[in-house]
């Protein structure tokens, strides 16, 4: 069964700075999105991106995030200058095959990055 | 924006016995109501979900019933057994402008399940 896949699975850093976060989408999935879940607390949504341009971001997506699909099958997160509280696990997620239009809705997670902010 | 909310927290039964998990949602314009599974350390795993337009779906043990009109819905598992012990989130979908659309959680129950 396809998956969708990140790396690195552990990340750890100093405060300030830059981080990429990297994802491979399952292959022909639209929809792309990044959740964080700080630890012991829900999964929180980051940013959604469609068809090569953010659809919708939180009011933590703030000017130090920022998103790429730099090519036709990675899909990444950078933190510009991290600070402690961005330490936390990142998920990416994908939906949306374009054929099977019964699963459509259905969100597939990677196994996550877990970001340590020192 | 959508506002999920779910309870209880915390929730623990004996091996056997049922579970039942419940939320809210504030968007009436929400659709797609799917339920995650998480054990520790790992990704969320989907185990059912259902659309807008049923008001239950079923698959074995697991059962999920939805009220459009009050907005709310709920997760049923029967028959639990301890593999069943793990963090569900609640989920609700909404269609935002530009075609895309955003899954927002709930805030987690942990189910304990004891022999």
């Known amino acids: 069964e396809p998956e969708v896949t990140q790396t690195p699975s552990h990340q750890v850093t100093q405060m300030g700075q830059e981080v990429i976060l990297r994802c491979v989408p399952i292959s022909n999935h639209l929809y792309f999105y990044w959740y964080r879940q700080i630890l012991g607390q829900k999964v929180e949504f980051l940013v959604s991106f469609y068809n090569n341009e953010i659809s919708e971001k939180s009011e933590i997506f703030d000017d130090q995030f920022s998103v790429e699909r730099p090519d036709g099958s990675n899909f990444t997160l950078k933190i510009r200058s991290t600070k402690l509280e961005d330490s936390a696990m990142y998920f990416c997620a994908s939906r949306g095959h374009p054929v099977n239009i019964a699963t459509n809705e259905k969100l597939f997670f990677g196994s996550g990055t877990q970001l340590s902010v020192l | 924006g959508e506002n999920v909310e779910q309870h209880p927290s915390t929730l623990s039964v004996q091996e056997g016995d049922s579970a039942v998990i419940k939320c809210t949602y504030s968007?009436?314009?929400?659709?797609?109501f799917p339920w995650y599974k998480q054990e520790l350390g790992k990704r969320p795993q989907l185990i059912i979900d259902i659309r807008s337009n049923v008001g239950e779906k079923k698959d074995q043990r697991i059962a999920v019933t939805l009220n459009k009109t009050a907005k709310h819905f709920s997760l049923h598992i029967t028959e639990t057994q301890p593999e069943d012990s793990a963090v569900y989130f609640c989920?609700?979908?909404?269609?935002?402008?530009?075609?895309?659309?955003?899954?927002?959680f709930g805030t987690g129950t942990q189910l304990k399940v004891e022999l």
């Open positions: 989920a609700a979908l909404i269609r935002v402008t530009g075609g895309g659309n955003k899954l927002t």
């Open positions: 968007d009436s314009a929400s659709n797609y």
